[in-house]
């Protein structure tokens, strides 16, 4: 039978024939299954009509393969049909020891396909297949295909159910309030100073007053925002949370039923580099003197012990995991970046995506002032419920996952950062251009107690009980190679791109190097817009345009975040 029969045959929708006949070539075969595949999206019940009569056939092509595209398209055909049947067929693949490991991965990844196209059967098939896919996420293999693809297809699917806040943010009118009508609610307030941007007075009863004022380009629904939290987490401890953990939350100051306010004076002058927004919008609260310290100070009078790094580290774990649980998400524990330039250009704006293992953008930088610290997690502006719309990226059922292993990461880049910030003037370069060598700064047996700390609280937290199983992935390995690519700065460099300039106006461009180190007479060199521009803005975990430096830490943090929903949905989610 040549060629051109076959394609007449094809033309006339004859499939099942021309399918089936073993003297049909491969590349016809191929094209008639995909001319079925399209059949679908026009009249599924005649597709399915024909399919059914072919579902030997497929089966015969995806499990005795004699040939490998036609294998996929069978494969694929499959996962569009999204019924009973052909669901049953991709679920037994995934479930039989006697499938070779690239065709199981094959099925996942059909599987994660029919999820994301919204097919119940396929998210049911999951649940019923999680035995083999925990053993699989849990086995000490390496992160290879078929694991990442267990995982994927497991988070797309797991009906993990999350009791979310609905959120009512309060109508935007703000009152005019003087510094003497704040400081007429609270006792003794005395050495006021500025904190970054927030106004801050003392108290005596081992509290300080903080008037947080928004930031120049800011918009006060951050503002609001906050405040609901404060108000909304405050009234959750009264109900018994949190009651075994501390989390010292602020007490958010009213004025005339409202939180958000303008101020009509500073009584103190604003230091040059803090850019305040020019209409003074601002929130107050009363809060711990310890609200400012940070996990990872770079002033040795102010750092914390190995004890108190540990116990707020994992405190701070804790607390994540179990406000995720609750549907309450902090989304910016620490920025994350691929690339920070692009943050106009980009759909993404340069925000990091961790599972795709990409360069991470000026770690050590982002450590700085950590969303969080001695008196718990803070900054609430960042809280979202997940009842609302999130952020593009984690619209999906596996949007929680993403964000757990944001928090993950954030902990561990910050735990390095506690190690390099014991001398953080060791930083970059030396005058003959090799990387500085900081390794001796870390203690290998304290980082990963920390780690350790960190990953198995985290997990308590969101699962609501502990993890008593073995690691399943190699921790001293890990924590070496973290030593290695934290300790040693060999990613310095940074590409600031001809469109990332162009879209700078003349001002922008010279501001933005002049915060780069560069001074007036070197910045009169540039043209902005002739050519790329190499800056020196590191450390970063990779090279520019390049994959991460620790892979290792972002397969930990893979599996990890997966066994988080596991545990989630084993326990009743």
Not at 245 to 273: A, H, M, S, W
Not at 468 to 482: G, T, V
Request: aromatic share 10%; glycine share 6%; proline share 5%.
């Amino acid at each position: 039978m040549d060629n051109s029969y076959q394609l007449k045959k094809l033309e006339g929708f004859d499939l099942v024939e021309v399918i089936s006949n073993p003297k049909t070539p491969c590349h016809i075969k191929q094209k008639a299954i995909r001319t079925l595949r399209n059949i679908i999206y026009k009249d599924r019940q005649l597709a399915w009509k024909i399919i059914e009569k072919l579902l030997p056939v497929l089966e015969t092509f995806i499990i005795h393969p004699r040939d490998n595209d036609l294998q996929r398209e069978a494969l694929w055909l499959l996962g569009y049909v999204r019924n009973h049947l052909s669901i049953g067929i991709i679920e037994n693949l995934i479930a039989s020891p006697q499938t070779p490991p690239l065709l199981k991965e094959k099925a996942l990844r059909v599987l994660g396909f029919s999820i994301s196209r919204g097919s119940k059967l396929a998210a049911q098939a999951v649940e019923r297949l999680l035995p083999i896919l925990e053993s699989l996420i849990v086995s000490t293999q390496t992160l290879d295909g078929l694991k990442k693809m267990g995982i994927k297809t497991l988070v797309k699917g797991l009906p993990l159910k999350v009791d979310s806040p609905k959120v009512e943010f309060p109508k935007e009118s703000y009152n005019f309030v003087s510094i003497d009508d704040i400081l007429s609610k609270v006792r003794s307030p005395h050495n006021p100073r500025f904190i970054s941007r927030s106004l801050v007075y003392d108290l005596n009863d081992n509290n300080i007053l903080v008037i947080k004022i928004l930031k120049e380009k800011q918009h006060p629904s951050s503002l609001l925002r906050e405040g609901y939290w404060i108000k909304y987490l405050n009234k959750l401890k009264t109900e018994g949370h949190f009651t075994d953990v501390r989390f010292d939350i602020p007490q958010l100051l009213e004025f005339c039923g409202g939180y958000v306010i303008k101020l009509t004076n500073i009584p103190i002058r604003i230091p040059k580099e803090i850019k305040l927004h020019p209409d003074k919008y601002a929130i107050c609260f009363v809060i711990s003197k310890e609200y400012f310290c940070y996990p990872n100070e770079t002033q040795p009078e102010r750092a914390l012990s190995w004890q108190e790094i540990k116990e707020v580290m994992a405190r701070c774990a804790y607390l994540l995991g179990y406000l995720t649980s609750l549907g309450i998400i902090h989304t910016e524990v620490i920025p994350l970046f691929h690339n920070r330039i692009q943050i106009g250009r980009r759909f993404d704006r340069g925000l990091y995506r961790w599972q795709f293992k990409g360069r991470l953008d000026r770690w050590l930088v982002s450590c700085d002032w950590p969303n969080f610290g001695k008196t718990g997690i803070r900054d609430f502006e960042h809280i979202i419920s997940w009842g609302e719309k999130p952020p593009v990226g984690y619209q999906d059922r596996s949007g929680l996952y993403r964000f757990i292993g944001n928090h993950l990461l954030s902990l561990f880049l910050v735990t390095g950062s506690y190690f390099r910030n014991r001398k953080r003037e060791m930083t970059g370069w030396d005058h003959k251009g090799n990387p500085v060598d900081a390794r001796n700064l870390f203690n290998k047996s304290l980082f990963k107690e920390i780690i350790q700390a960190i990953l198995l609280s985290y997990y308590k937290g969101f699962v609501g009980k502990e993890y008593l199983e073995k690691f399943p992935f190699d921790l001293d390995n890990l924590i070496q190679r973290a030593i290695e690519e934290m300790g040693v700065d060999r990613h310095m460099e940074e590409r600031l791109r001809i469109e990332d300039q162009q879209r700078m106006s003349d001002e922008e461009f010279k501001e933005f190097l002049i915060t780069k180190g560069y001074s007036g007479e070197e910045i009169k060199r540039f043209v902005k817009g002739k050519e790329d521009i190499i800056l020196l803005s590191g450390p970063h975990l990779g090279g520019f345009n390049e994959l991460i430096s620790l892979p290792e830490m972002i397969d930990a943090i893979t599996i990890w975040a997966a066994l988080c929903i596991i545990g989630k949905y084993k326990n009743g989610f």
